[in-house]
Protein backbone atom coordinates (compact mmCIF):
# COMPACT_ATOMS: atom_id res chain seq x y z
CA UNK A 1 0.00 0.00 0.00
CA UNK A 2 1.31 3.15 -1.34
CA UNK A 3 1.83 5.98 1.50
CA UNK A 4 -0.51 8.82 -0.14
CA UNK A 5 -3.21 6.62 -0.63
CA UNK A 6 -2.79 4.79 3.11
CA UNK A 7 -5.71 5.50 5.47
CA UNK A 8 -4.37 7.93 8.69
CA UNK A 9 -6.24 8.30 11.74
CA UNK A 10 -6.63 11.67 13.69
CA UNK A 11 -3.79 10.50 15.74
CA UNK A 12 -1.68 10.18 13.42
CA UNK A 13 -1.59 12.92 11.35
CA UNK A 14 2.22 13.94 13.11
CA UNK A 15 3.23 9.76 11.79
CA UNK A 16 1.38 10.83 8.05
CA UNK A 17 3.06 14.37 8.09
CA UNK A 18 6.81 13.00 8.79
CA UNK A 19 5.82 10.18 6.06
CA UNK A 20 4.74 12.57 3.80
CA UNK A 21 7.80 14.30 4.38
CA UNK A 22 10.11 11.09 3.59
CA UNK A 23 8.14 10.09 0.81
CA UNK A 24 9.21 13.79 -1.02
CA UNK A 25 12.72 13.44 0.02
CA UNK A 26 12.88 10.03 -1.07
CA UNK A 27 11.67 10.80 -4.58
CA UNK A 28 13.91 13.74 -4.43
CA UNK A 29 16.82 11.85 -3.77
CA UNK A 30 15.79 9.37 -6.60
CA UNK A 31 15.46 12.30 -9.38
CA UNK A 32 18.65 13.39 -8.35
CA UNK A 33 20.55 10.06 -8.90
CA UNK A 34 22.43 10.64 -5.68
CA UNK A 35 22.89 8.57 -2.68
CA UNK A 36 23.53 11.58 -0.30
CA UNK A 37 19.92 11.78 1.38
CA UNK A 38 20.25 7.94 2.00
CA UNK A 39 21.53 8.23 5.86
CA UNK A 40 18.50 11.17 6.53
CA UNK A 41 16.19 9.27 5.15
CA UNK A 42 16.71 6.30 7.07
CA UNK A 43 16.70 8.25 10.35
CA UNK A 44 13.65 9.71 9.44
CA UNK A 45 12.16 6.02 8.76
CA UNK A 46 13.17 5.31 11.95
CA UNK A 47 12.05 7.42 13.76
CA UNK A 48 8.33 7.57 11.99
CA UNK A 49 8.59 3.92 13.34
CA UNK A 50 8.99 4.91 16.61
CA UNK A 51 6.19 7.59 16.63
CA UNK A 52 3.91 4.58 15.58
CA UNK A 53 5.38 2.62 18.29
CA UNK A 54 4.51 5.09 20.78
CA UNK A 55 1.53 6.27 19.85
CA UNK A 56 -0.06 2.26 19.48
CA UNK A 57 1.19 1.59 23.22
CA UNK A 58 -0.68 4.22 24.69
CA UNK A 59 -3.55 4.20 22.41
CA UNK A 60 -6.72 5.41 24.58
CA UNK A 61 -10.23 3.35 24.53
CA UNK A 62 -11.22 5.90 22.23
CA UNK A 63 -8.43 5.43 19.69
CA UNK A 64 -8.40 2.43 19.80
CA UNK A 65 -12.23 2.59 18.64
CA UNK A 66 -10.83 4.01 15.56
CA UNK A 67 -8.21 1.72 15.10
CA UNK A 68 -10.86 -1.37 15.66
CA UNK A 69 -13.18 0.50 12.84
CA UNK A 70 -9.95 1.50 10.65
CA UNK A 71 -11.11 0.68 6.96
CA UNK A 72 -8.08 -1.24 5.58
CA UNK A 73 -8.90 -3.51 9.27
CA UNK A 74 -8.42 -7.12 8.27
CA UNK A 75 -11.79 -8.30 7.70
CA UNK A 76 -13.90 -11.85 7.99
CA UNK A 77 -13.13 -12.63 4.75
CA UNK A 78 -9.80 -12.10 4.68
CA UNK A 79 -9.31 -14.04 7.70
CA UNK A 80 -11.16 -16.96 5.89
CA UNK A 81 -9.13 -16.38 3.34
CA UNK A 82 -5.99 -16.58 4.81
CA UNK A 83 -6.77 -19.76 7.25
CA UNK A 84 -9.74 -21.77 5.92
CA UNK A 85 -9.11 -24.23 2.95
CA UNK A 86 -11.29 -25.05 0.74
CA UNK A 87 -13.87 -22.83 2.06
CA UNK A 88 -17.24 -23.03 0.65
CA UNK A 89 -20.07 -19.84 1.35
CA UNK A 90 -23.55 -21.42 2.67
CA UNK A 91 -26.19 -18.71 2.22
CA UNK A 92 -29.44 -18.17 3.56
CA UNK A 93 -31.70 -18.85 6.37
CA UNK A 94 -34.04 -21.27 4.37
CA UNK A 95 -36.35 -18.61 5.96
CA UNK A 96 -36.62 -15.48 4.49
CA UNK A 97 -33.49 -14.57 3.06
CA UNK A 98 -29.21 -14.46 2.94
CA UNK A 99 -28.05 -11.56 5.04
CA UNK A 100 -24.56 -10.70 3.70
CA UNK A 101 -23.82 -8.54 6.94
CA UNK A 102 -23.02 -12.33 8.61
CA UNK A 103 -21.09 -14.89 6.38
CA UNK A 104 -20.43 -18.41 6.88
CA UNK A 105 -19.68 -21.78 5.36
CA UNK A 106 -17.84 -24.84 5.88
CA UNK A 107 -13.98 -25.49 5.18
CA UNK A 108 -10.81 -26.96 7.03
CA UNK A 109 -8.98 -24.74 9.56
CA UNK A 110 -4.96 -25.77 9.58
CA UNK A 111 -6.48 -29.55 8.80
CA UNK A 112 -9.43 -29.55 11.19
CA UNK A 113 -12.80 -29.64 9.29
CA UNK A 114 -14.90 -26.50 10.63
CA UNK A 115 -18.16 -24.30 10.25
CA UNK A 116 -16.53 -20.54 10.23
CA UNK A 117 -18.83 -17.73 10.51
CA UNK A 118 -18.67 -13.83 11.23
CA UNK A 119 -19.54 -10.77 10.61
CA UNK A 120 -18.09 -8.76 7.24
CA UNK A 121 -18.16 -4.87 6.80
CA UNK A 122 -17.27 -5.00 3.46
CA UNK A 123 -14.10 -3.05 2.44
CA UNK A 124 -15.33 -0.10 -0.02
CA UNK A 125 -18.38 1.23 -1.36
CA UNK A 126 -19.81 -1.49 -3.39
CA UNK A 127 -18.81 -4.49 -0.74
CA UNK A 128 -19.81 -2.20 2.13
CA UNK A 129 -23.10 -1.81 0.98
CA UNK A 130 -23.19 -5.80 -0.11
CA UNK A 131 -22.60 -6.56 3.40
CA UNK A 132 -24.76 -3.47 4.52
CA UNK A 133 -21.51 -2.41 6.31
CA UNK A 134 -21.76 -5.89 9.16
CA UNK A 135 -25.21 -4.66 10.57
CA UNK A 136 -27.03 -8.12 10.32
CA UNK A 137 -30.87 -8.34 9.99
CA UNK A 138 -32.59 -11.08 11.86
CA UNK A 139 -31.69 -13.51 8.13
CA UNK A 140 -27.89 -13.11 9.70
CA UNK A 141 -28.88 -14.62 12.88
CA UNK A 142 -30.89 -17.30 11.69
CA UNK A 143 -28.23 -18.41 9.29
CA UNK A 144 -25.61 -18.51 12.04
CA UNK A 145 -28.51 -20.53 14.35
CA UNK A 146 -28.91 -22.94 10.83
CA UNK A 147 -24.82 -23.10 10.77
CA UNK A 148 -24.81 -23.95 13.74
CA UNK A 149 -27.14 -26.91 13.67
CA UNK A 150 -24.90 -28.11 11.08
CA UNK A 151 -22.08 -28.33 13.46
CA UNK A 152 -24.05 -30.10 15.69
CA UNK A 153 -25.11 -32.60 13.22
CA UNK A 154 -21.64 -33.53 11.98
CA UNK A 155 -19.09 -32.43 15.12
CA UNK A 156 -17.72 -29.48 13.45
CA UNK A 157 -16.08 -26.87 15.64
CA UNK A 158 -17.26 -23.49 15.27
CA UNK A 159 -15.00 -20.43 14.69
CA UNK A 160 -16.92 -17.20 14.52
CA UNK A 161 -15.55 -14.03 13.75
CA UNK A 162 -16.67 -10.76 15.43
CA UNK A 163 -16.96 -7.58 13.91
CA UNK A 164 -20.32 -5.47 13.94
CA UNK A 165 -21.54 -2.03 15.30
CA UNK A 166 -24.56 -4.06 16.13
CA UNK A 167 -27.69 -5.66 14.56
CA UNK A 168 -29.16 -3.30 12.08
CA UNK A 169 -31.80 -1.14 13.36
CA UNK A 170 -34.89 -0.54 10.73
CA UNK A 171 -38.63 -1.32 9.86
CA UNK A 172 -38.29 -4.91 8.28
CA UNK A 173 -35.45 -6.25 10.57
CA UNK A 174 -38.16 -5.47 13.51
CA UNK A 175 -41.19 -6.99 11.78
CA UNK A 176 -39.19 -10.07 11.04
CA UNK A 177 -37.73 -10.45 14.59
CA UNK A 178 -34.22 -9.36 15.21
CA UNK A 179 -34.77 -9.60 18.64
CA UNK A 180 -35.93 -13.01 18.90
CA UNK A 181 -33.00 -13.97 16.09
CA UNK A 182 -30.57 -12.45 18.00
CA UNK A 183 -31.51 -14.09 21.75
CA UNK A 184 -32.07 -17.74 19.50
CA UNK A 185 -28.55 -17.32 18.12
CA UNK A 186 -27.19 -16.67 21.34
CA UNK A 187 -29.02 -19.55 22.62
CA UNK A 188 -27.61 -21.91 19.78
CA UNK A 189 -23.89 -20.98 20.93
CA UNK A 190 -24.62 -22.12 24.63
CA UNK A 191 -26.39 -25.18 23.32
CA UNK A 192 -23.81 -26.24 21.23
CA UNK A 193 -22.72 -29.94 21.65
CA UNK A 194 -19.50 -28.89 19.42
CA UNK A 195 -16.47 -26.55 20.44
CA UNK A 196 -16.96 -22.77 19.66
CA UNK A 197 -13.79 -19.80 19.59
CA UNK A 198 -15.46 -16.49 19.15
CA UNK A 199 -12.82 -13.87 18.35
CA UNK A 200 -13.53 -10.54 18.40
CA UNK A 201 -11.30 -8.92 15.28
CA UNK A 202 -13.09 -5.38 15.31
CA UNK A 203 -15.38 -4.02 17.05
CA UNK A 204 -18.19 -6.07 18.96
CA UNK A 205 -21.06 -4.23 19.58
CA UNK A 206 -23.75 -5.17 21.77
CA UNK A 207 -26.46 -8.09 21.53
CA UNK A 208 -25.51 -8.29 17.54
CA UNK A 209 -22.10 -9.49 18.41
CA UNK A 210 -23.00 -11.44 21.46
CA UNK A 211 -25.25 -13.38 19.21
CA UNK A 212 -22.45 -15.49 17.64
CA UNK A 213 -20.02 -15.23 20.70
CA UNK A 214 -21.33 -16.89 23.80
CA UNK A 215 -18.52 -19.08 23.07
CA UNK A 216 -15.98 -21.93 25.26
CA UNK A 217 -13.59 -19.63 24.25
CA UNK A 218 -13.47 -15.83 23.61
CA UNK A 219 -10.51 -13.93 21.97
CA UNK A 220 -9.91 -10.49 21.27
CA UNK A 221 -7.55 -8.53 19.08
CA UNK A 222 -4.76 -6.10 20.88
CA UNK A 223 -6.81 -3.02 19.74
CA UNK A 224 -10.25 -4.44 19.30
CA UNK A 225 -13.12 -3.20 21.35
CA UNK A 226 -16.44 -5.13 22.82
CA UNK A 227 -19.29 -3.19 24.23
CA UNK A 228 -22.85 -3.11 25.10
CA UNK A 229 -23.25 -0.14 23.04
CA UNK A 230 -21.07 2.18 20.77
CA UNK A 231 -19.35 4.91 22.50
CA UNK A 232 -21.72 7.39 20.02
CA UNK A 233 -24.63 5.53 21.45
CA UNK A 234 -23.43 5.66 24.99
CA UNK A 235 -22.85 9.02 24.42
CA UNK A 236 -25.77 10.35 23.58
CA UNK A 237 -27.72 8.63 25.90
CA UNK A 238 -25.54 8.85 28.86
CA UNK A 239 -24.61 12.55 28.62
CA UNK A 240 -26.88 13.43 25.98
CA UNK A 241 -24.20 14.88 23.51
CA UNK A 242 -22.79 12.90 20.74
CA UNK A 243 -19.53 14.05 20.85
CA UNK A 244 -18.98 12.89 24.55
CA UNK A 245 -18.06 9.20 23.12
CA UNK A 246 -14.37 9.86 23.89
CA UNK A 247 -15.26 9.48 27.77
CA UNK A 248 -17.85 7.09 27.07
CA UNK A 249 -15.40 5.06 25.76
CA UNK A 250 -13.26 5.51 28.75
CA UNK A 251 -15.99 4.38 31.13
CA UNK A 252 -17.35 1.47 29.39
CA UNK A 253 -14.05 -0.44 29.95
CA UNK A 254 -14.50 -1.82 26.34
CA UNK A 255 -10.42 -2.24 25.51
CA UNK A 256 -8.85 -5.83 25.81
CA UNK A 257 -7.00 -4.98 28.59
CA UNK A 258 -10.35 -3.97 30.14
CA UNK A 259 -11.97 -7.11 28.82
CA UNK A 260 -9.46 -9.48 29.99
CA UNK A 261 -9.85 -8.24 34.05
CA UNK A 262 -13.46 -8.18 33.91
CA UNK A 263 -13.12 -11.92 32.60
CA UNK A 264 -14.98 -11.44 29.93
CA UNK A 265 -12.58 -12.06 27.23
CA UNK A 266 -10.00 -14.91 27.94
CA UNK A 267 -6.79 -13.78 25.20
CA UNK A 268 -5.24 -11.50 24.09
CA UNK A 269 -3.93 -11.74 20.37
CA UNK A 270 -0.96 -9.10 20.16
CA UNK A 271 -1.15 -7.31 16.83
CA UNK A 272 1.62 -6.26 14.96
CA UNK A 273 3.39 -2.75 15.42
CA UNK A 274 0.85 0.02 14.04
CA UNK A 275 -2.03 -2.25 14.17
CA UNK A 276 -3.44 -5.60 12.33
CA UNK A 277 -3.86 -3.30 9.19
CA UNK A 278 -0.09 -1.88 8.95
CA UNK A 279 0.45 -6.01 8.33
CA UNK A 280 -2.62 -7.89 7.78
CA UNK A 281 -1.04 -11.11 6.88
CA UNK A 282 0.81 -11.22 10.32
CA UNK A 283 -2.18 -10.42 12.04
CA UNK A 284 -4.20 -12.80 10.66
CA UNK A 285 -0.93 -15.49 10.99
CA UNK A 286 -0.90 -14.41 14.92
CA UNK A 287 -4.97 -14.69 15.19
CA UNK A 288 -4.62 -18.56 13.46
CA UNK A 289 -1.77 -19.99 15.83
CA UNK A 290 -3.88 -18.78 18.68
CA UNK A 291 -6.85 -20.17 17.20
CA UNK A 292 -5.06 -23.64 16.75
CA UNK A 293 -3.10 -23.66 20.27
CA UNK A 294 -7.03 -22.63 22.20
CA UNK A 295 -9.34 -25.43 19.78
CA UNK A 296 -6.64 -28.20 20.59
CA UNK A 297 -7.87 -28.65 24.23
CA UNK A 298 -11.48 -28.12 23.61
CA UNK A 299 -11.13 -31.02 20.32
CA UNK A 300 -10.91 -33.28 23.65
CA UNK A 301 -13.86 -32.37 25.29
CA UNK A 302 -17.49 -34.26 25.11
CA UNK A 303 -20.48 -32.30 23.96
CA UNK A 304 -21.78 -32.44 27.65
CA UNK A 305 -18.52 -31.01 28.72
CA UNK A 306 -18.39 -28.24 26.16
CA UNK A 307 -22.01 -26.89 27.20
CA UNK A 308 -20.95 -27.12 31.10
CA UNK A 309 -17.72 -25.41 30.45
CA UNK A 310 -19.59 -22.56 28.23
CA UNK A 311 -22.25 -22.31 31.32
CA UNK A 312 -19.27 -22.44 33.80
CA UNK A 313 -17.60 -19.64 32.03
CA UNK A 314 -20.66 -17.60 31.60
CA UNK A 315 -21.94 -17.92 34.67
CA UNK A 316 -19.05 -17.36 36.16
CA UNK A 317 -18.39 -13.27 34.86
CA UNK A 318 -18.82 -10.67 37.29
CA UNK A 319 -18.94 -12.83 40.21
CA UNK A 320 -15.71 -12.61 41.36
CA UNK A 321 -13.10 -9.46 40.21
CA UNK A 322 -8.98 -11.03 40.42
CA UNK B 1 -29.00 -0.19 22.89
CA UNK B 2 -30.37 0.69 26.04
CA UNK B 3 -32.57 3.25 24.97
CA UNK B 4 -34.56 4.20 27.68
CA UNK B 5 -33.07 6.83 30.06
CA UNK B 6 -33.52 5.87 33.64
CA UNK B 7 -33.92 9.33 34.90
CA UNK B 8 -36.92 10.61 31.61
CA UNK B 9 -40.22 10.02 34.26
CA UNK B 10 -42.46 8.41 31.84
CA UNK B 11 -45.39 10.27 30.88
CA UNK B 12 -47.35 7.37 32.00
CA UNK B 13 -44.99 6.58 34.96
CA UNK B 14 -46.20 4.33 37.83
CA UNK B 15 -47.03 5.80 41.25
CA UNK B 16 -45.08 3.75 42.86
CA UNK B 17 -46.39 5.61 46.09
CA UNK B 18 -49.65 3.63 45.54
CA UNK B 19 -47.77 0.23 45.73
CA UNK B 20 -45.90 0.85 48.61
CA UNK B 21 -49.06 0.60 50.32
CA UNK B 22 -50.23 -3.09 49.03
CA UNK B 23 -51.07 -5.34 51.92
CA UNK B 24 -50.70 -2.78 54.76
CA UNK B 25 -52.57 -0.08 55.97
CA UNK B 26 -51.78 3.48 53.69
CA UNK B 27 -50.28 5.50 56.12
CA UNK B 28 -51.18 9.41 56.19
CA UNK B 29 -48.24 11.87 54.66
CA UNK B 30 -46.70 8.92 52.77
CA UNK B 31 -46.31 11.14 50.08
CA UNK B 32 -44.10 13.48 51.53
CA UNK B 33 -41.92 10.69 52.77
CA UNK B 34 -40.44 9.53 49.21
CA UNK B 35 -37.84 11.13 47.20
CA UNK B 36 -37.92 14.52 45.22
CA UNK B 37 -37.35 12.15 41.88
CA UNK B 38 -40.08 10.33 42.66
CA UNK B 39 -42.32 13.31 43.62
CA UNK B 40 -41.26 14.68 40.26
CA UNK B 41 -42.71 11.98 38.76
CA UNK B 42 -45.81 11.57 40.06
CA UNK B 43 -46.01 15.59 41.10
CA UNK B 44 -49.57 16.21 40.97
CA UNK B 45 -50.54 18.81 38.49
CA UNK B 46 -52.07 22.07 39.96
CA UNK B 47 -55.69 20.24 39.39
CA UNK B 48 -54.85 17.53 41.21
CA UNK B 49 -56.00 17.90 45.25
CA UNK B 50 -53.35 18.13 47.60
CA UNK B 51 -54.39 14.71 48.76
CA UNK B 52 -52.95 13.31 44.86
CA UNK B 53 -56.18 11.55 44.83
CA UNK B 54 -57.01 12.66 41.27
CA UNK B 55 -54.41 10.71 38.45
CA UNK B 56 -54.23 12.72 34.76
CA UNK B 57 -55.17 10.21 31.98
CA UNK B 58 -52.17 10.08 29.75
CA UNK B 59 -54.14 10.08 27.09
CA UNK B 60 -57.15 11.67 27.30
CA UNK B 61 -56.24 14.60 29.87
CA UNK B 62 -59.32 12.97 31.95
CA UNK B 63 -58.85 13.01 36.14
CA UNK B 64 -59.59 9.66 36.97
CA UNK B 65 -60.24 8.81 40.73
CA UNK B 66 -57.49 7.20 41.98
CA UNK B 67 -59.06 4.40 43.93
CA UNK B 68 -60.81 3.60 40.83
CA UNK B 69 -57.75 3.22 39.00
CA UNK B 70 -56.28 1.12 41.86
CA UNK B 71 -59.27 -0.87 41.39
CA UNK B 72 -59.38 -1.39 37.83
CA UNK B 73 -55.37 -2.54 38.16
CA UNK B 74 -54.04 0.49 36.92
CA UNK B 75 -55.21 0.41 34.14
CA UNK B 76 -57.16 3.56 32.59
CA UNK B 77 -60.65 3.94 30.93
CA UNK B 78 -58.99 4.51 27.70
CA UNK B 79 -57.54 0.95 28.08
CA UNK B 80 -54.25 1.86 28.79
CA UNK B 81 -51.73 0.18 30.84
CA UNK B 82 -50.16 2.21 33.30
CA UNK B 83 -46.37 0.75 34.24
CA UNK B 84 -46.60 -0.64 37.73
CA UNK B 85 -43.69 -2.63 39.69
CA UNK B 86 -43.06 -5.99 41.20
CA UNK B 87 -45.31 -5.33 44.57
CA UNK B 88 -48.41 -4.99 42.65
CA UNK B 89 -47.84 -7.59 40.18
CA UNK B 90 -47.15 -10.02 43.04
CA UNK B 91 -50.53 -8.68 44.35
CA UNK B 92 -52.47 -9.10 41.17
CA UNK B 93 -50.94 -12.34 39.98
CA UNK B 94 -50.42 -14.49 43.03
CA UNK B 95 -53.81 -15.94 44.07
CA UNK B 96 -54.89 -14.03 47.11
CA UNK B 97 -51.58 -12.04 46.87
CA UNK B 98 -49.86 -14.83 48.72
CA UNK B 99 -46.26 -15.58 47.93
CA UNK B 100 -42.66 -16.11 49.48
CA UNK B 101 -40.29 -13.46 48.24
CA UNK B 102 -37.08 -15.19 46.58
CA UNK B 103 -33.85 -13.80 47.95
CA UNK B 104 -31.86 -12.00 45.27
CA UNK B 105 -28.22 -12.15 44.77
CA UNK B 106 -26.72 -9.25 45.94
CA UNK B 107 -23.53 -8.56 43.67
CA UNK B 108 -20.63 -5.87 43.33
CA UNK B 109 -22.08 -2.02 42.59
CA UNK B 110 -20.15 -0.06 39.96
CA UNK B 111 -17.50 -2.54 38.84
CA UNK B 112 -16.37 -0.35 36.28
CA UNK B 113 -16.22 2.74 38.54
CA UNK B 114 -18.88 4.41 35.94
CA UNK B 115 -19.47 7.89 35.81
CA UNK B 116 -21.42 9.95 33.20
CA UNK B 117 -21.32 13.22 35.08
CA UNK B 118 -23.49 11.72 37.92
CA UNK B 119 -21.54 8.64 39.26
CA UNK B 120 -23.18 5.49 38.88
CA UNK B 121 -22.89 5.00 42.79
CA UNK B 122 -25.15 7.80 42.62
CA UNK B 123 -27.85 6.73 40.16
CA UNK B 124 -28.08 3.30 42.12
CA UNK B 125 -28.53 5.25 45.80
CA UNK B 126 -31.29 7.84 44.06
CA UNK B 127 -33.11 4.50 42.55
CA UNK B 128 -32.80 2.59 45.60
CA UNK B 129 -34.29 5.48 47.52
CA UNK B 130 -37.05 6.20 45.44
CA UNK B 131 -38.19 2.76 44.85
CA UNK B 132 -37.29 1.15 48.05
CA UNK B 133 -35.50 -2.35 46.40
CA UNK B 134 -32.23 -3.02 45.72
CA UNK B 135 -32.26 -3.47 42.17
CA UNK B 136 -34.67 -3.76 38.86
CA UNK B 137 -35.61 -7.38 39.66
CA UNK B 138 -37.58 -9.13 42.23
CA UNK B 139 -39.08 -12.36 42.42
CA UNK B 140 -41.66 -14.99 44.32
CA UNK B 141 -42.96 -17.83 44.78
CA UNK B 142 -46.72 -18.66 45.10
CA UNK B 143 -49.60 -19.56 43.00
CA UNK B 144 -51.27 -18.72 39.94
CA UNK B 145 -55.07 -19.82 39.13
CA UNK B 146 -53.86 -23.00 41.69
CA UNK B 147 -50.91 -23.70 39.91
CA UNK B 148 -47.60 -23.38 41.95
CA UNK B 149 -45.11 -21.10 39.76
CA UNK B 150 -41.97 -18.63 40.75
CA UNK B 151 -42.77 -15.08 39.25
CA UNK B 152 -40.10 -12.54 38.12
CA UNK B 153 -40.46 -9.17 37.58
CA UNK B 154 -38.38 -6.23 36.19
CA UNK B 155 -39.64 -3.14 37.89
CA UNK B 156 -38.59 -0.22 35.21
CA UNK B 157 -39.25 2.37 37.99
CA UNK B 158 -35.30 1.41 38.33
CA UNK B 159 -33.51 2.68 36.46
CA UNK B 160 -35.46 1.70 33.23
CA UNK B 161 -35.76 -1.57 34.25
CA UNK B 162 -32.24 -2.13 33.04
CA UNK B 163 -30.59 -5.21 32.51
CA UNK B 164 -27.14 -5.19 34.76
CA UNK B 165 -25.93 -7.60 37.04
CA UNK B 166 -27.67 -7.55 39.78
CA UNK B 167 -31.08 -8.13 37.56
CA UNK B 168 -29.10 -11.03 35.54
CA UNK B 169 -28.26 -12.90 38.76
CA UNK B 170 -32.38 -12.20 39.58
CA UNK B 171 -33.38 -13.56 37.06
CA UNK B 172 -30.61 -16.79 37.35
CA UNK B 173 -32.28 -17.03 40.92
CA UNK B 174 -35.64 -17.16 39.88
CA UNK B 175 -35.24 -19.70 37.26
CA UNK B 176 -32.91 -21.63 39.92
CA UNK B 177 -35.73 -21.42 42.51
CA UNK B 178 -38.74 -22.95 39.98
CA UNK B 179 -36.14 -25.41 39.31
CA UNK B 180 -35.37 -26.47 42.94
CA UNK B 181 -39.55 -25.97 43.89
CA UNK B 182 -40.40 -28.13 40.67
CA UNK B 183 -42.71 -24.99 39.52
CA UNK B 184 -42.79 -23.24 36.29
CA UNK B 185 -41.33 -19.17 35.86
CA UNK B 186 -42.92 -16.50 34.68
CA UNK B 187 -41.29 -13.60 34.12
CA UNK B 188 -43.27 -10.32 33.45
CA UNK B 189 -40.56 -7.78 31.70
CA UNK B 190 -39.66 -4.37 30.93
CA UNK B 191 -36.80 -2.05 30.42
CA UNK B 192 -35.24 0.33 27.76
CA UNK B 193 -32.42 -2.60 27.51
CA UNK B 194 -28.55 -3.25 29.10
CA UNK B 195 -27.72 -0.97 32.01
CA UNK B 196 -25.14 0.93 30.05
CA UNK B 197 -22.92 2.11 33.28
CA UNK B 198 -21.96 -1.88 33.66
CA UNK B 199 -20.67 -1.69 29.84
CA UNK B 200 -19.87 -5.28 28.49
CA UNK B 201 -20.51 -7.20 31.93
CA UNK B 202 -24.53 -5.89 31.51
CA UNK B 203 -23.72 -7.55 27.80
CA UNK B 204 -23.10 -10.97 29.52
CA UNK B 205 -26.23 -10.76 31.54
CA UNK B 206 -28.04 -11.74 27.80
CA UNK B 207 -25.87 -15.25 27.80
CA UNK B 208 -26.29 -15.83 31.37
CA UNK B 209 -30.02 -15.39 31.74
CA UNK B 210 -30.43 -17.43 28.00
CA UNK B 211 -27.90 -20.19 30.27
CA UNK B 212 -30.59 -19.70 33.12
CA UNK B 213 -33.49 -20.99 30.75
CA UNK B 214 -31.75 -24.14 29.47
CA UNK B 215 -32.06 -25.45 33.02
CA UNK B 216 -35.61 -24.87 33.02
CA UNK B 217 -36.28 -25.98 29.89
CA UNK B 218 -33.65 -29.36 30.64
CA UNK B 219 -36.25 -29.36 34.20
CA UNK B 220 -38.74 -29.60 31.18
CA UNK B 221 -40.86 -26.91 33.34
CA UNK B 222 -42.58 -24.32 31.57
CA UNK B 223 -41.30 -20.48 31.11
CA UNK B 224 -43.83 -18.27 30.48
CA UNK B 225 -43.07 -14.44 29.45
CA UNK B 226 -45.45 -11.43 29.79
CA UNK B 227 -44.05 -8.48 27.90
CA UNK B 228 -45.20 -5.03 29.51
CA UNK B 229 -44.22 -1.30 28.53
CA UNK B 230 -41.67 -1.30 27.20
CA UNK B 231 -39.44 -3.78 26.39
CA UNK B 232 -36.66 -2.85 24.35
CA UNK B 233 -33.02 -3.45 23.75
CA UNK B 234 -30.94 -6.56 25.10
CA UNK B 235 -33.99 -7.23 27.23
CA UNK B 236 -35.96 -8.33 24.27
CA UNK B 237 -33.20 -10.04 22.34
CA UNK B 238 -32.16 -12.73 25.60
CA UNK B 239 -35.05 -14.06 28.10
CA UNK B 240 -37.62 -12.00 26.73
CA UNK B 241 -38.30 -13.20 22.95
CA UNK B 242 -37.21 -17.08 25.07
CA UNK B 243 -40.21 -18.16 25.82
CA UNK B 244 -42.14 -21.41 25.46
CA UNK B 245 -45.63 -18.82 25.49
CA UNK B 246 -44.88 -14.74 25.08
CA UNK B 247 -48.22 -12.60 26.54
CA UNK B 248 -48.22 -9.09 26.16
CA UNK B 249 -49.94 -6.60 28.00
CA UNK B 250 -52.35 -4.26 25.44
CA UNK B 251 -50.03 -1.18 23.76
CA UNK B 252 -46.86 -2.18 25.15
CA UNK B 253 -43.81 -0.93 23.04
CA UNK B 254 -41.53 -3.97 22.06
CA UNK B 255 -38.78 -4.06 19.92
CA UNK B 256 -34.99 -4.53 20.00
CA UNK B 257 -33.58 -1.38 18.36
CA UNK B 258 -35.75 1.88 20.20
CA UNK B 259 -38.04 3.64 18.07
CA UNK B 260 -36.06 7.01 17.89
CA UNK B 261 -33.04 4.72 16.51
CA UNK B 262 -34.52 3.57 14.21
CA UNK B 263 -36.20 6.71 12.68
CA UNK B 264 -32.41 8.19 12.87
CA UNK B 265 -31.14 5.17 10.63
CA UNK B 266 -34.03 5.29 8.02
CA UNK B 267 -35.00 8.89 8.46
CA UNK B 268 -38.21 8.02 7.98
CA UNK B 269 -41.65 8.66 10.43
CA UNK B 270 -42.66 5.01 11.92
CA UNK B 271 -45.98 3.71 10.78
CA UNK B 272 -48.93 3.91 13.42
CA UNK B 273 -48.89 1.08 16.15
CA UNK B 274 -45.48 -0.50 15.18
CA UNK B 275 -43.74 -2.48 17.65
CA UNK B 276 -46.89 -2.05 19.75
CA UNK B 277 -47.99 -5.36 21.50
CA UNK B 278 -50.77 -6.36 18.62
CA UNK B 279 -48.25 -5.24 16.06
CA UNK B 280 -46.46 -8.08 17.86
CA UNK B 281 -48.77 -10.81 17.30
CA UNK B 282 -49.32 -10.00 13.85
CA UNK B 283 -45.96 -10.10 13.29
CA UNK B 284 -45.65 -13.72 14.89
CA UNK B 285 -43.71 -12.89 18.22
CA UNK B 286 -46.27 -12.81 20.56
CA UNK B 287 -48.63 -15.32 21.11
CA UNK B 288 -51.81 -13.54 22.46
CA UNK B 289 -52.35 -9.88 24.19
CA UNK B 290 -53.88 -10.03 27.14
CA UNK B 291 -55.62 -7.34 29.19
CA UNK B 292 -54.09 -7.26 33.22
CA UNK B 293 -57.04 -8.20 34.62
CA UNK B 294 -57.37 -11.40 32.56
CA UNK B 295 -53.28 -12.31 33.32
CA UNK B 296 -54.24 -14.87 36.36
CA UNK B 297 -56.73 -16.74 34.75
CA UNK B 298 -54.89 -16.97 30.79
CA UNK B 299 -51.60 -17.36 32.73
CA UNK B 300 -53.07 -20.69 35.07
CA UNK B 301 -54.72 -22.45 31.95
CA UNK B 302 -51.17 -22.25 30.19
CA UNK B 303 -49.47 -23.56 33.45
CA UNK B 304 -51.91 -25.95 34.21
CA UNK B 305 -51.75 -27.53 30.53
CA UNK B 306 -48.80 -27.62 30.50
CA UNK B 307 -47.62 -29.03 33.77
CA UNK B 308 -50.52 -31.63 33.43
CA UNK B 309 -48.68 -32.63 30.04
CA UNK B 310 -45.03 -32.73 32.00
CA UNK B 311 -46.30 -34.79 35.20
CA UNK B 312 -48.12 -37.51 32.14
CA UNK B 313 -44.83 -38.03 30.32
CA UNK B 314 -43.11 -38.03 34.24
CA UNK B 315 -45.73 -40.49 34.97
CA UNK B 316 -44.86 -42.82 31.68
Known amino acids: ?322 | MAEARDDIPSTRGPDRAGERSSGRPRRAGWFSKIAPGVRKLVKPKASDTPENLWVKCPDTGEMIYRPDLEAALWVTPAGRHMRIGPDLRFRYTFDRGAFEAIDMPRVFDDPLQFTDGKPYVERLASARKTTGEHDAVQAGFGRISDVPAVIMVQDFAFMGGSLGMAAGEGFVAAAKAAVERDAPMVAFVAAGGARMQEGALSLMQMARTTLAIQDLKIAKLPYVVVLTDPTTGGVTASYAMLGDVHLAEPGALIGFAGPRVIEQTIRETLPAGFQRSEYLVEKGMVDRVTPRQELPLVLGSILKTLMMGRARSQAA
Open chain 1, 1 to 322: MSVQTRHYLEFERPIAELEAKIEELSKLSETAGGNGLDTELDALRARAEEMRRDAYATLDPWQKTQVARHPERPHFLSYVGALIEEFVELRGDRKFADDQAIVGGLGRFRGTPVVVMGHEKGQDTTTRLKHNFGSARPEGYRKAVRLMDMAEQFNLPVLSFIDTAGAYPGIGAEERGQAEAIARSTERCLTLGAPMIATVVGEGGSGGAIAIAAANRVLILEHAIYSVISPEGAASILWRDGSRARDAAAAMKITAEDLIRLKIVDRIVPEPLGGAHADPAAAIAAVGDILEAELKPLLALTPDELRRQRADRFYAIGRSFG
